[in-house]
C-alpha cells in the first residue's frame, strides 16, 4: 500500500481497512484526547485511547530509569485472547500516536504493523 499525505478522516478510514480492524483512535499523548476515532463497536475507543496514553508514559519512563537514551519508542504490542492491540507512536507528529484494536482470527499481524506505519508515516494534521 503506497499512502499519499492523508487527513486524520482519510488516516482513520485507511486504518479501518485493515483486515481485522476492531477499532482505531489516533490520540495526543500529551492530553489522551482522541483527535478522531472510527469503529470500536462495544469497546469505548475514547476510554481506550486515554488508558493507552497512561501505558505509553510509564513505559517511557520506565526505558528513561533503564537507561536506553537515543532508542526510540516506537511499538507497543498488546496480545489478548482475540484481539492485538497496535500502539504506533507517529514519527513526524510529535505527540501523536495511533491505537488500532485488531480482531486475532482474522488480521495478519505483520501485514497490520507494515500497513499501520506506513499510515502513521503519511499522516499530516
Known amino acids: 500500500m503506497q499512502v ?3 487527513d486524520l478522516k482519510s ?3 485507511e486504518a479501518m481497512n485493515i483486515d481485522g480492524a476492531l ?23 475514547e476510554l481506550a485511547a486515554a488508558g493507552n496514553r497512561d ?29 492485538y492491540h497496535l500502539i504506533r507512536l507517529a514519527r513526524d507528529q510529535t505527540g501523536l500516536f495511533t ?5 486475532r482470527a482474522t488480521a495478519n499481524l505483520g501485514l497490520a504493523r507494515i500497513q499501520l506505519r506506513q499510515i502513521d508515516e503519511a499522516l499530516s494534521i
Open 55 to 83: 501505558f505509553i508514559l510509564t513505559k517511557l519512563r520506565i526505558k528513561e530509569q533503564l537507561g536506553l537514551g537515543d532508542d526510540e519508542l516506537e511499538e507497543i504490542l498488546i496480545t489478548i485472547s482475540g484481539q
Open 99 to 103: 491505537y488500532l484494536a485488531l480482531d
Open 4 to 6: 499519499q499525505a492523508l
Open 23 to 45: 477499532g482505531v483512535a489516533i490520540v495526543d499523548l500529551e492530553s489522551g484526547i482522541s483527535l478522531g476515532t472510527l469503529g470500536g463497536g462495544a469497546m469505548d475507543m
Open 11 to 13: 488516516a482513520l478510514q
